[in-house]
C-alpha cells in the first residue's frame, strides 16, 4: 500500500507538472511577476518572439459604441470552414451572397442612392447615383471594386461599400460585378476591371476619376493599376485602396501577429488562404498582378489607405504605404483603433465609417480635376 | 481499496481533464485544424478577444537585415525589473546613461555632427550642428526633446536621435537636456521643455521651426503644444511626434496586442507604469499635460507620426493621428512592417532609419518658412 501511494503520488505529481510546468513558483530575475519572469527566459536570446496566450477586452476610449460592437463581434463563424469541391464554394458563396444582397435594399434607402444595373465593356456593372452629387462633383466619376476572398460578394452583394461612397462623398459610382472562382480564376476578374476601365475612360477624364475598393478589391485597384501602366492606359487621378490584400501569401508581420486577433479574417490559413490558391490557379503569387506589393509602383497616382491596428491586412497596408513613399508616390495611411479587417465598412451607422468615407472622399476631391 | 482506486481514478481523471480541457480530439465544426476548431469555440461569442500562444517568426520580405536584426533581438533584459526606491531608479538610470552616453562620440564623428552644451533659458541643453546644412534649411532650427520614459536618457545620452535628425535632414538641432524623475516629476520636464522653446523663439523665428522627439519625447512634444497654445506663445510651423506616449496609462488596444510582442518596450505593467506614475507624481493620469491625447488638438501644426506594427505604442500613435485629423489638422502617418517601439531610432545604418527621418525632414521643409 506504502508503494503503491508512492506511486500514485508520482502520476499525480507528473500530472500536476505536466499542467504547471511553464510556470514559474516566483518571480525570478527581479521580474514583477511569474509571467513576466517566464516570458522573460523565453525571450531572452535572439530569434522568434514567444508570445503568450493572451485575453484582450475590447477597447473602449474615442471608439464608437458601433465600433465597439464589431469589435466585440465572435469570429466570423466560417473562417475555418474550407470547402473541398466547387460545389462547396458555390453553396456557401450563394449563402453569403443571398444574406448580403438581401441587406442592399434598406441600405439603398437609408443612404438615398439609387443602382442601375448595366454592362459596361462586356461586363455586369452597377451605376450607383446619390441623391445629392456634390458640388465639385458633377463632372466626376469613381469606380468600385468589391471586395470579399476573389470568392464573395457577386452581383448586388457587392455593392454595400459603393453605396457608402456615394452618398458620403456625393460621388457617381460605377461598382464592378467582375468574374470569380471557382469557375473563373485569375485572370477573369482582372480582365474585366480592365474592360470596364477602359470602356468609362472611352467617355469620362481619367483625371476626373478615381478607383477604389477593399480588401481583394484594394488589391484588384492596385493590380489595375500595373496593368494600365504596361498596357499604356490612361490612369485614374487618385485611388483608395482600403486594407488591400496586396501580398496575398501568408507574407507579412501581421498575418502572425493578429492571428487570431482579427475576427473578420482570423487567419490566412482557413478558406482565405484556399481562395489565395483558387484564384492563383497555379501562377506565381508573387505574379504583381496576383500580389500588387511586387509591382514596381513608380507613377502611380495619388493613393490614400485604411486599415486597423487588429487588421490581418495592416501589414499589406503598411507594406504598401511604404513601398509607393519610396517610389515618390503621394500617400497617405489610417490605420482606426481596434478595428480588424475592413470593419470601417461594416457599420453604416458608425462614426468612423462616415470618418473613412469622408476622408477618402476629400483625397479624392483634392486630387481630381473638375 | 476498490473505492480508493476509483478515488484515485477520479483525480486522475479531473487532472488529465484540467490538462486537456481546452484541447479537442479532432477538428470540430468542420474547421480544418484543432486550434481553429478549438479557437473557433473560444470566440464564438461577443466579448474579449481569447488569442493562443503563438511563436511569431522575423519577418524579412522588404525588412533590411538591420531591422531584422532588431526584430529578432531578445526582450529588452530589464522591462520587467522594478526599481523599488529612489536609489535603484538612479542605479539603473546611471548605468543606462553610461552606456548610451559611451556610443555618442563614435555617432557623432560617424554622422559628422559638432555638439555644443550650453544653457538656454536656464537649462541644459545641447547645439548640434551637421557638416552640411540644407540649402533651405539656413534660417531653420529644430528643437528635440529626448525619450526615456520620463526617466531614462538624461545628458549625452539623450542625442542620439537629434544626430541622425540634424545630419540626415541637413538641419541645425537643440536638445532639451529636461530634469526628470526621481528627483524632479511633473511638471519639471514641461518647464524645462517650455522654457527653452520660449527663449529660442526669442532670437528664431518659430514660423521656420519645428520640434521633434520619440516617445516621451513625442509625448512631451504634443503637450508643449498644449500648454503654448494655453499660454498664447507662438507654434512651431510643424512638429514629429514619434510613436508618442500620448496616453500614459495603459489604454489603448496596443498595450494588449503587442504585449509581448514588442521586444522594446514588452509590457506597460513593468519599468513603464512605474515610471508613469513616477512622472505623473498623483496627477491625474487623464490630465492632457500628462496624457496629451485628451487634449484639444485643434489648431495644432502640421504633424508626422511614426510607428510600427509591433510597437506597443502603435494605438497612442494612430489615436493621435485620428484625434488630429478629426480636429482638423495635417497629419501624415508612417508605420514600419515588424518594428517594435522606436525601432526606427535604434539603428544608425538600417536603411529605414533613413527613410524615417528623409520623410519627417522632407515633411518640415515643406512647412517651415525659409
Same mark, same amino acid.
Given at each position: 500500500?506504502?508503494?503503491?501511494? +508512492? *506511486?500514485?503520488?508520482?502520476?499525480?505529481?507528473?500530472?500536476?507538472?505536466?499542467?504547471?510546468?511553464?510556470?514559474?513558483?516566483?518571480?525570478?530575475?527581479?521580474?514583477?511577476?511569474?509571467?513576466?519572469?517566464?516570458?522573460?527566459?523565453? %525571450?531572452?536570446?535572439?530569434?522568434?518572439?514567444?508570445?503568450?496566450?493572451? =485575453?484582450?477586452?475590447?477597447?473602449?476610449?474615442?471608439?464608437?459604441?458601433?465600433?465597439?460592437?464589431?469589435?466585440?463581434?465572435?469570429?466570423?463563424?466560417?473562417?475555418?470552414?474550407?470547402?473541398? @469541391?466547387?460545389?462547396?464554394?458555390?453553396?456557401?458563396?450563394?449563402?453569403?451572397?443571398?444574406?448580403?444582397?438581401?441587406?442592399?435594399?434598406?441600405?439603398?434607402?437609408?443612404?438615398?442612392?439609387?443602382?442601375?444595373?448595366?454592362?459596361?465593356?462586356?461586363?455586369?456593372?452597377?451605376? #450607383? @447615383? /446619390?441623391?445629392?452629387?456634390?458640388?465639385? %462633383?458633377?463632372?466626376?466619376? #469613381? &469606380?468600385?471594386?468589391?471586395?470579399?476572398?476573389?470568392?464573395?460578394?457577386?452581383?448586388?452583394?457587392?455593392?454595400?461599400?459603393?453605396?457608402?461612397?456615394?452618398?458620403?462623398?456625393?460621388?457617381?459610382?460605377?461598382?464592378?460585378?467582375?468574374? &470569380? /472562382?471557382? !469557375?473563373?480564376?485569375?485572370?477573369?476578374?482582372?480582365?474585366?476591371?480592365?474592360?470596364? *476601365?477602359?470602356?468609362?475612360?472611352?467617355?469620362?477624364?481619367?483625371?476626373?476619376?478615381?478607383?477604389?475598393?477593399?480588401?481583394?478589391?484594394?488589391?484588384?485597384?492596385?493590380? #489595375?493599376?500595373?496593368?494600365?501602366?504596361?498596357?499604356?492606359?490612361?490612369?485614374?487621378?487618385?485611388?483608395?485602396?482600403?486594407?488591400? *490584400?496586396?501580398?496575398?501569401?501568408?507574407?507579412?508581420?501581421?498575418?502572425?501577429?493578429?492571428?487570431?486577433?482579427?475576427?473578420?479574417?482570423?487567419? *490566412?490559413?482557413?478558406?482565405?488562404?484556399?481562395?489565395?490558391?483558387?484564384?492563383? %490557379?497555379?501562377?506565381?503569387?508573387?505574379?504583381?498582378?496576383?500580389?500588387?506589393?511586387?509591382? !514596381? &509602383?513608380?507613377?502611380?497616382? /495619388?493613393?490614400? #489607405? @485604411?486599415?486597423?491596428?487588429?487588421?490581418?491586412?495592416?501589414?499589406?497596408?503598411?507594406? =504598401?504605404?511604404?513601398?509607393?513613399?519610396?517610389?515618390?508616390?503621394?500617400?497617405?495611411?489610417?490605420?482606426?483603433?481596434?478595428?480588424?479587417?475592413?470593419?470601417?465598412?461594416?457599420?453604416?451607422?458608425?462614426?468612423? @465609417? +462616415?470618418?473613412?468615407?469622408?476622408?477618402?472622399?476629400?483625397?479624392?476631391?483634392?486630387?481630381?480635376?473638375?
Amino acid at each position: 500500500m506504502k508503494s503503491f501511494h +508512492r *506511486w500514485i503520488g508520482l502520476v499525480v505529481t507528473l500530472l500536476v507538472s505536466a499542467c504547471t510546468a511553464p510556470m514559474v513558483g516566483q518571480p525570478a530575475n527581479g521580474m514583477y511577476s511569474e509571467l513576466a519572469a517566464k516570458q522573460g527566459v523565453a %525571450n531572452a536570446q535572439a530569434g522568434v518572439r514567444q508570445v503568450p496566450a493572451k =485575453t484582450l477586452p475590447v477597447p473602449s476610449v474615442e471608439v464608437s459604441s458601433q465600433v465597439q460592437g464589431l469589435i466585440a463581434g465572435p469570429y466570423n463563424p466560417f473562417f475555418g470552414s474550407i470547402p473541398q @469541391t466547387s460545389g462547396e464554394w458555390k453553396t456557401l458563396i450563394n449563402q453569403r451572397a443571398k444574406a448580403a444582397a438581401a441587406a442592399i435594399p434598406a441600405m439603398k434607402a437609408k443612404f438615398n442612392v439609387s443602382i442601375e444595373q448595366t454592362r459596361i465593356g462586356g461586363v455586369n456593372a452597377y451605376i #450607383l @447615383t /446619390p441623391a445629392t452629387i456634390g458640388p465639385n %462633383n458633377r463632372n466626376r466619376l #469613381l &469606380m468600385h471594386i468589391h471586395g470579399g476572398g476573389y470568392v464573395f460578394s457577386p452581383g448586388e452583394a457587392g455593392l454595400a461599400e459603393a453605396i457608402l461612397m456615394a452618398s458620403m462623398g456625393g460621388y457617381k459610382v460605377v461598382s464592378v460585378d467582375y468574374r &470569380m /472562382p471557382p !469557375d473563373h480564376p485569375y485572370p477573369a476578374a482582372m480582365d474585366d476591371a480592365m474592360a470596364v *476601365w477602359k470602356e468609362l475612360i472611352k467617355t469620362n477624364d481619367p483625371r476626373k476619376m478615381a478607383v477604389f475598393g477593399t480588401s481583394t478589391g484594394g488589391a484588384m485597384v492596385l493590380a #489595375l493599376i500595373h496593368r494600365a501602366k504596361a498596357e499604356k492606359v490612361a490612369l485614374p487621378a487618385a485611388i483608395g485602396p482600403g486594407t488591400p *490584400w496586396s501580398d496575398i501569401a501568408r507574407i507579412g508581420d501581421t498575418y502572425e501577429t493578429n492571428e487570431w486577433v482579427d475576427n473578420v479574417l482570423v487567419t *490566412w490559413d482557413g478558406w482565405l488562404g484556399k481562395a489565395a490558391l483558387l484564384y492563383a %490557379n497555379g501562377r506565381d503569387l508573387k505574379d504583381p498582378q496576383i500580389s500588387p506589393i511586387y509591382g !514596381d &509602383m513608380s507613377g502611380f497616382p /495619388p493613393t490614400i #489607405l @485604411t486599415s486597423g491596428t487588429r487588421d490581418l491586412f495592416l501589414s499589406n497596408t503598411v507594406r =504598401t504605404h511604404r513601398k509607393l513613399r519610396r517610389a515618390g508616390v503621394v500617400s497617405d495611411l489610417n490605420v482606426y483603433e481596434g478595428m480588424s479587417h475592413a470593419q470601417y465598412i461594416y457599420s453604416a451607422d458608425a462614426p468612423e @465609417t +462616415r470618418e473613412a468615407f469622408t476622408d477618402i472622399a476629400r483625397f479624392f476631391d483634392h486630387f481630381l480635376g473638375k
